[in-house]
């Protein structure tokens, strides 16, 4: 796998030559582009019981896949070759499998920002032979007048036009997240208040705090008796003390009684060690 992230690196160099099992193809962003760009494609080689996502004999791999070159493009490209079920770009080559979906449209948003590695799966398997034979034809065009692709500035004000949050969108996704998000917790806790006291396969019982020892009720009977406890206590506090000469009496009959009994400790102390003196007669 690390040999082949290092052949995903950038190879404009090439020039009608390819590395060991990959054939070159040349590529244009545009008709007026001079020099092309180069795609490395191989058939993709998966092993048995890997997975269905990416199919062998049926799946090309392809590198040196440019940033501003999306799915739709790659499908478009290759299309001449036969039916294209599915087009996958990703950062580096990986196992085939199934990446969960993304399905937020504000968070966890990332930007390619280097060239990146294409799986594409055809219908059948002629289509990979024929990407491959694409090498003895000319340079084909990614962008063309009917399916253009947008670079630089008008890139740039696309991005920042998809960058501008709609508030009722943000807001709606959020109180769906939120929802399933309630709905999960639910569930979790009726599965454990359904196995709460239920032994296991051992015999262990689980004890959860909440069990043993239940929370106040949020009532506004309890809250009131609540507040009402906390201001009994704060008045036998005030009547204790209430001159601050008492206040220090208290305070100085405590550190006496704490050096009264730090004497006693002592004496009991140097008792215990005279006891214990050895006396082999």
């Known amino acids: 796998a690390s040999r082949r992230a290092k052949m995903a690196a950038p190879v404009e160099r090439v020039v009608g030559a390819a590395p060991a099992g990959y054939t070159a193809l040349a590529v244009k962003f545009g008709a007026r582009q001079r020099s092309p760009h180069y795609l490395l494609v191989k058939e993709h080689q998966v092993r048995e ?7 062998p004999r049926r799946t090309l791999f392809v590198l040196n896949v440019p940033p501003y070159c999306s799915p739709d493009s790659l499908s478009r490209l290759f299309a001449r070759c036969g039916h ?3 087009v996958e770009i990703c950062d580096k080559p990986g196992p085939g499998e199934k990446k969960e979906k993304v399905t937020s449209k504000f968070f966890n948003r990332k930007t390619v920002t280097g060239f990146q590695v294409a799986y594409v799966v055809f219908r059948k398997p002629a289509g ?5 034979a694409l090498s003895q034809e000319g340079p084909l065009l990614i962008s063309t007048e009917s399916h253009p692709v947008k670079t630089g500035i008008s890139k740039w004000i696309d991005s920042y036009a998809a960058s501008v949050v709609d508030p009722e969108e943000l ?5 769906a997240y939120m929802q399933d998000y309630d709905k999960k917790i639910e ?6 208040a359904k196995e709460e006291g239920v032994p296991d396969e051992e015999g262990w019982v689980k004890v959860t705090r909440k069990g043993r020892k239940p929370g106040l009720p949020r009532t506004e009977a309890a809250n009131l008796r609540v507040l009402e406890r906390e201001k009994q206590k704060r008045a036998r506090k005030e009547l204790l003390n209430f001159y601050a000469w008492q206040h220090r009496e208290t305070k100085r009959e405590h550190i006496a009684q704490l ?10 102390i140097a008792l215990m060690r005279a006891q214990r003196k050895f006396r082999p007669y």
């Open 49 to 55: 019981g890997a997975g269905a996502t990416h199919p």
């Open 84 to 86: 294209v079920q599915s």
């Open 128 to 132: 990979v032979q024929a990407a491959k």
């Open 171 to 175: 807001k709606a996704e959020v109180d």
């Open 187 to 192: 569930e979790e806790e009726a599965k454990a």
């Open 259 to 268: 050096r009264k009994k730090f004497e006693e400790d002592k004496q009991r």
